[in-house]
């Protein structure tokens, strides 16, 4: 059964750091892609980065510079740093991977940038 648990949310001051952490579970982790994605209220989910098996990244632009994923294929987990946070970097969270065409998430974790 795959599992994945996000954590790390909380409140930051703008321009802060916050780092968020992905564990998952019932996966050959080093073997699959990884991704975080974020959706703020009345918006769509939007796909924030991505790390592939061989630890290639992609950003979406508007994080790109300040976000950075990394992954640890010994302890199954996946980091999603952030620096120089803004407000309208505010949602909800979420960790993700694809096993046999079935993308499975975490329960997402709520950050919170002050205005």
């Known amino acids: 059964q795959v599992r994945i648990v996000e954590s790390g949310g909380g409140l930051v001051q703008p321009g802060g750091p916050r780092g968020l952490s992905c564990a998952a579970s019932?996966?050959?982790?080093?073997?699959?892609?990884m991704a975080w994605s974020r959706q703020a209220p009345g918006n769509q989910r939007e796909l924030v980065a991505d790390?592939?098996?061989?630890?290639?990244?992609n950003y979406a632009d508007s994080v790109r510079g300040r976000f950075t994923i990394s992954r640890d294929n010994v302890w199954n987990r996946v980091y999603l740093q952030m620096n120089n946070l803004k407000p309208e970097d505010t949602a909800v969270y979420y960790c993700?991977?694809?096993?046999?065409?079935?993308?499975?998430w975490g329960q997402g974790t709520q950050v919170t940038v002050l205005p």
């Open positions: 993700s991977t694809t096993r046999r065409s079935v993308c499975f």
């Open positions: 019932g996966v050959n982790f080093r073997l699959h892609a």
């Open positions: 790390i592939t098996s061989a630890s290639d990244t």
